[in-house]
């Protein structure tokens, strides 16, 4: 096997020692994939980013590449990698564990071939960065240019107790941990089982970051029994910091510290974003603008994983606004978490790319004064 190393630190270059040194393995490096060694050539080998090694003839030349990059983000780092390689189309990846290096620990087994060490990426379940779950829509407030529609719903629609926790057991199947699992909707302290959420949540995924994100209007008349389950089960509020919760946040801070629940709380939040457009062709430019800040809240609705929230409300919303969506489209622009085919890595490949639906979402950022009141479609509209 003919393979490139992608990291050309210690940890590389241990790799390569012990591939050099092993008289059993029929495993050769030719080439350094490395995008922030200074040298160009280390131990002899040419050292490539990894933008010049995929656009070279060098990829055709290789078996695999082997990962192996160490720092305290080790697990994230070495899997932002893997995705930027799937993401050219090569599936060929093999990975040096994060606990390989420290311990030195064996890079062949007895037979010549890579030790357990060295694992094949569909072997390794990844992590997701941050996931959200869509579990209502109402809301207790009535905010114009609502990024989620909630000023549009009326009924409560609660998330199926059953069916959420179906979306739980296959996110664990598909990912190690998720760092972060954020409750939202509308307003999730309107849900009367929220404790249970918050319950089901922390039993699929131990180390998780559970935050309920809130307007906190309604937090100063939270029962015992959920303040008690946010507390036990270490879960956290995030609060959006709208006027009226202005009003009402040293009541809502008061609860909160003599209770011993954890918080955070945004800056004002003054002004809304109006999101929608009908003037792009493609929804590669939004894209573009938003993956770092929008397009990392990804959202699990009605068994489907969406790149953000805005894509089911979208949809939901299709008539309001008067644009046009099929279902096919819908589909066609989500990852099918039900899906046992479909595991975590296909997914985090799936959240670097546009959607056909990304074509409303308005690159540009246009604000308007946050208020409450009967909503306009124009209140929604970029152009």
Not at 43 to 52: A, I
Not at 356 to 375: A, D, H, I, N, T
Request: proline share 3%; net charge negative; aromatic share 12%.
């Amino acid at each position: 096997m003919k393979i490139a190393i992608y990291g050309a630190g210690a940890y590389g270059q241990y790799i390569y020692n012990e591939i050099s040194e092993n008289k059993n393995g029929d495993i050769s490096v030719l080439y350094w994939i490395d995008n922030f060694v200074k040298e160009n050539i280390v131990q002899g080998l040419n050292v490539y980013t990894e933008e010049e090694f995929f656009v070279s003839d060098k990829v055709d030349e290789i078996d695999a590449i082997l990962v192996a990059v160490r720092n305290r983000g080790m697990d994230l780092t070495a899997q932002k990698i893997i995705v930027s390689i799937l993401g050219k189309g090569y599936n060929q990846i093999y990975v040096a564990l994060p606990q390989f290096f420290k311990a030195q620990l064996p890079v062949f087994n007895q037979s010549g071939g890579f030790s357990s060490f060295v694992k094949f990426y569909k072997d390794i379940l990844p992590t997701e960065r941050l996931m959200l779950s869509l579990i209502l829509n109402k809301c207790n407030l009535n905010c114009k240019s609502c990024q989620h529609g909630s000023n549009l719903v009326h009924e409560n629609d609660f998330l199926d107790m059953k069916k959420y926790e179906s979306y739980l057991r296959q996110l664990k199947k598909k990912f190690r941990n998720i760092i972060e699992f954020q409750l939202l909707g509308g307003e999730p302290l309107l849900n009367t089982q929220l404790e249970l959420y918050i319950v089901l949540a922390r039993r699929y995924f131990p180390s998780t970051r559970i935050v309920i994100v809130t307007n906190g209007l309604a937090i100063p008349q939270m029962s015992l029994k959920l303040t008690d389950t946010i507390t036990e089960c270490d879960a956290s509020f995030y609060i959006s910091q709208y006027p009226p919760t202005r009003d009402k946040l040293e009541q809502i801070i008061d609860f909160l510290d003599n209770r011993n629940i954890n918080y955070e709380v945004s800056s004002p939040r003054v002004q809304f974003r109006k999101w929608v457009t009908t003037k792009e062709e493609s929804g590669e430019k939004a894209f573009a603008r938003w993956k770092g800040s929008d397009c990392i809240c990804h959202v699990v609705d009605e068994g489907r994983i969406y790149l953000c929230p805005c894509l089911p409300r979208l949809y939901a919303m299709r008539d309001y606004l008067n644009i046009q969506i099929d279902e096919s489209e819908l589909m066609n622009s989500s990852i099918d978490l039900m899906d046992d085919a479909i595991d975590g890595w296909d997914i985090l490949n799936y959240y670097e790319h546009a959607t056909s639906l990304c074509r409303f979402c308005s690159p540009r950022e246009v604000l308007v004064k946050w208020e409450v009141g009967q909503s306009d479609k124009m209140d929604y509209f970029a152009d």
